[in-house]
C-alpha cells in the first residue's frame, strides 16, 4: 500500500503564483456541490460576472466572465475571438509571458510582429509608436506585468496608441489584476484577461476574462469550440448549457471577489505596494536588488537579483524544506540569475515580507 496522501503540512506560497488564499476562501471550497445549471449557482455566476466588471474597472457594455482553465485559457479565449488568418498582430515581449502571447496569436492565424525588448526593462511606448507608425495592425498584445522579470509595462501609453491606430489592445493582466492598479475603462484596454490564483487569491482553475463593447464588436467566429465566446456567453447569461463548470471553484472565486471588493480595490493596491516597498528595503539593507530599474518595478513580483556565490537551486531547496516557504526561479535566460519572489492576494503581508526576507538571509549564509 502506498503512503502517499494528501498534504498535511502548509507551504508558504510566496512564488510567481499560487498565491495563498485565505481562511474564508479555502471554506468555500467546501461550500455544499451545486451542479452547473442550479438557478441558484447561475445567480452566483451573475454576480461573480457583475463583480468581475468592476474589478477590471471595464468600460460599460463590457462582457466579463470566468473561463474554465488557467491563465492561459484566458488568453486563448480572448485570441481566439478575435483573430482571423490574415489579421496582423503586434507583440510587445518583453519577457516569457509576451512570447507565450505572440505564439497564440499565430496559432490563431495572425501574421505576427514582435516588438522585443531586453528582459528586466519596460517597453518604450516610442518605440511602438514607431512600429504601429510602419505597419497596418488589428490589435496590439501587451503583458501588464510580465512575470518572469517583475517588470510593470505602461498600459495607457500603448493603449492610446493602438486606439490612434484602430488596433485592439488586448492585455494579459495574469498577474496585475487585484494587485496593480488597473483601469480598463480608462487606460482604454479592449479586451483583458487574468488568473485566479494571483492578486484575487483564490486557486488556480478560472481565468477572468474581459471584452469591451470595442472589442465585442470585432469578434469573429472563435476556431475553439470550449473558448467560443457566443457559446460561453449562451451559458454564463442565456442558461444553455456549455460545459460543466466546476462549482467549489467559482465558490471560491466568488468568495476572492468579495473579499477584493470588501477590501476596496485602491486600498488593496497600496498594501500590495506598502509590502512591496517594505521587501525592497529590506533587500536592501542586505545589499540586495531587484532586476528591474525603480520605475519598472511591479508590486505583485519580485525579481530579486541572486546575490554572487548563493547557489540558486540549494537556497530554494532550504527555503521549502526548512522555512516552509516556496519561492520561483528564473525563466529562461534569466535561469539561475533571479529569484522570484510574489507578494500577491492574501500572501501580501508584513509579515510574510518579513519571513521571507528572515529566510533567504539564513538559507544564503
Ligand atoms: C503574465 C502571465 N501570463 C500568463 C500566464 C499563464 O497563466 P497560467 O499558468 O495560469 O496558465 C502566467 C502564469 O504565471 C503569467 O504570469
Known amino acids: 500500500m502506498s503512503s502517499i496522501g494528501l498534504p498535511s503540512s502548509e507551504v508558504l506560497l510566496l512564488g510567481p503564483g499560487p498565491s495563498p488564499v485565505s481562511p474564508r476562501v479555502r471554506e468555500a471550497l467546501g461550500a455544499p456541490a451545486r451542479s452547473h445549471l442550479d438557478p441558484e449557482f447561475m445567480a452566483l455566476l451573475d454576480d461573480v460576472r457583475a463583480r468581475l466588471g468592476r474589478v477590471f474597472r471595464a468600460p460599460d457594455g463590457s462582457l466579463t466572465s470566468a473561463i474554465s482553465g488557467t491563465g492561459t485559457s484566458g488568453m486563448e479565449t480572448v485570441v481566439a475571438n478575435l483573430t482571423e488568418p490574415g489579421m496582423c ?9 509576451g512570447e507565450r502571447l505572440a505564439q497564440m496569436f499565430e496559432r490563431y492565424g495572425a501574421a505576427v510582429e514582435r516588438l522585443q525588448v531586453e528582459w528586466g526593462t519596460a ?23 510580465e512575470t518572469s522579470t517583475g517588470v510593470v509595462n505602461p498600459v495607457a501609453a500603448i493603449a492610446a496608441l493602438a486606439r490612434q491606430h484602430d488596433a485592439l489592445c488586448v492585455l494579459d493582466a495574469v498577474t496585475s489584476l487585484g494587485a496593480m492598479p488597473l483601469d480598463a475603462a480608462a487606460m482604454g484596454v479592449d479586451a483583458a484577461y487574468s488568473c ?18 470595442t472589442a465585442l464588436a470585432r469578434r469573429v467566429k472563435s476556431r475553439s469550440f470550449y473558448f467560443d465566446l457566443d457559446l460561453l456567453e449562451s451559458y454564463w447569461v442565456g442558461r444553455k448549457y456549455h460545459h460543466t463548470m466546476s462549482a467549489p471553484l467559482v465558490f471560491a472565486l466568488h ?15 497600496r498594501r500590495h505596494e506598502r509590502h512591496h516597498q517594505q521587501f525592497v528595503d529590506g533587500l536592501a539593507s542586505r545589499g540586495w536588488s531587484l532586476l528591474p530599474a525603480p520605475a519598472a518595478r511591479a508590486w505583485s513580483l519580485n525579481a530579486v537579483r541572486i546575490p554572487a556565490g548563493a547557489d540558486d537551486a540549494a537556497v530554494r531547496r532550504r527555503l521549502l524544506t526548512e522555512h516552509r516557504i516556496e519561492i520561483g526561479a528564473g525563466l529562461g535566460p534569466l535561469a539561475g540569475k533571479v529569484w522570484r519572489v510574489g507578494l500577491m492576494g492574501a500572501g501580501s503581508t508584513e509579515g510574510n515580507v518579513q519571513a521571507v526576507l528572515n529566510a533567504l538571509q539564513e538559507a544564503t549564509r
Request: some cysteine.
Open 89 to 97: 498582430a503586434l507583440v510587445v515581449v518583453t519577457g516569457y509571458f
Open 196 to 213: 485566479s490564483q494571483k492578486g484575487l487569491g483564490a486557486p488556480s482553475g478560472l481565468a477572468p476574462v474581459m471584452f469591451a463593447p
Open 255 to 269: 468568495t476572492a471577489l468579495c473579499e477584493t471588493e470588501e477590501e476596496g480595490l485602491d486600498a488593496r493596491w
Open 123 to 145: 517597453v518604450d511606448p516610442e518605440v511602438v509608436a514607431h512600429a504601429l507608425r510602419d505597419g497596418q495592425f488589428n490589435v496590439v498584445g501587451l503583458v501588464h506585468v
